[in-house]
Every structure is written in C-alpha cells, then in structure tokens.
Nanobody, 121 residues
Framework: QVQLVESGGGLVQAGGSLRLSCAASGRTFRSYLMGWFRQAPGKERVFVAT????????YYADSVKGRFTISRDNAKNTVYLQMNSLKAEDTAVYYCAAGSGGRRPDDYDFWGQGTQVTVSS
C-alpha cells in the first residue's frame, strides 16, 4: 500500500510558478512509477506527467511540455511537479498517483487527495 499527500497548490498570477510536492508513505514507494494528473471543474481527469522509478525517464502531456518538470527523490519518498509559465488553463485540482505508469487514470493504483492550483489571468 502507498499513501500519497499532495501540497504546494495555491493562487498564482499567469506567468508565475508553483512547485507541487507529493509525499508518499509505504515501503513499496520505489516500486511504482509516479504520475501527476489534473482535473478542471466539469472535466475529466487528465494526464500531466509521469516519471519512472529511477527518475531517468519522464513523459509529459503536450500542453505542459517545456513548462512543467516532474522529478522524484526516492530517499525522501517524494515526487515533485515544478510548474513554470503558468496559464489560466492550468487551473485545476492536481493529483499525485502511483502505479504502473501510462497516461490513463486506470494505469494508477493509488491516489492522493489533490491540491488546488488556481492561475489568475
């Protein structure tokens, strides 16, 4: 089992930056690929980024490529999402997830409670 707790969300102006953190508990954290998803009001949860166990391989949604960076610190059981050049359309609840990787929510077994990111234009 893996428990995930996100933090770092908030209100930021367009063009600004935020760093989200996801703290994981459970001895099997290192076994999982980690991902970030987001869900805007009235919309489906969509893929943002994912990172392999070693951190050596990352994948991003086209909408965030070049602006967001996913990373992980296995010693701290934490995964991060650095978000730069934020846009109003990035406004959503951001979720951390652990699983086998991929771009679908069904590819992930464990989820955090989410953290709200609001970008004002």
């Amino acid at each position: 089992q893996v428990q995930l707790v996100e933090s770092g969300g908030g209100l930021v102006q367009a063009g600004g930056s935020l760093r989200l953190s996801c703290a994981a508990s459970g001895r099997t954290f290192r076994s999982y690929l980690m991902g970030w998803f987001r869900q805007a009001p009235g919309k489906e949860r969509v893929f943002v980024a994912t990172i392999t166990w070693s951190g050596g391989t990352t994948y991003y949604a086209d909408s965030v490529k070049g602006r967001f960076t996913i990373s992980r610190d296995n010693a701290k059981n934490t995964v991060y999402l650095q978000m730069n050049s934020l846009k109003a359309e990035d406004t959503a609840v951001y979720y951390c997830a652990a699983g086998s990787g991929g771009r679908r929510p069904d590819d992930y077994d464990f989820w955090g409670q989410g953290t709200q990111v609001t970008v004002s234009s």
